[in-house]
């Protein structure tokens, strides 16, 4: 089981260049291959991101600098998902600059 969290730390070494891109896709491709057992969706989904950015960038299509941006944009990001009762009623994004959450008005009305 990976954890976003975890998988948000590694993407800050990264950011950081405590730990080198190669490594971190390496791992990526480790985790993701039985991820789907155990681990949230949410984690799914954000490992799938950062596997395509890799994935164009080992293809030719996005130099190292667009990548490294790119990350930093998804490392930034987090989505939260509203549950009443046991489901969901709205997932939310929120920016890494954003200091106060909007709630859609029907969330509000549910």
Do not use: C
């Amino acid at each position: 089981m990976v954890l976003e969290s975890e998988i948000r730390e590694k993407l800050l070494d990264v950011l950081q260049r405590d730990s080198s891109l190669a490594d971190f896709s390496d791992w990526l491709a480790l985790e993701r291959r039985n991820m789907h057992r155990d681990s949230t969706v949410e984690a799914q989904e954000l490992v799938s991101s950062l596997s395509l950015l890799f994935y164009e960038h080992l293809a030719g299509h996005m130099p190292e600098e667009q990548l490294r941006q790119e990350l930093a944009s998804i490392a930034g990001n987090r989505i939260i998902n509203i549950r009443v009762d046991g489901n969901l009623v709205h997932p939310i994004k929120l920016a890494a600059n954003w200091h106060q959450v909007l709630v859609p008005q029907q969330v509000l009305l549910a």
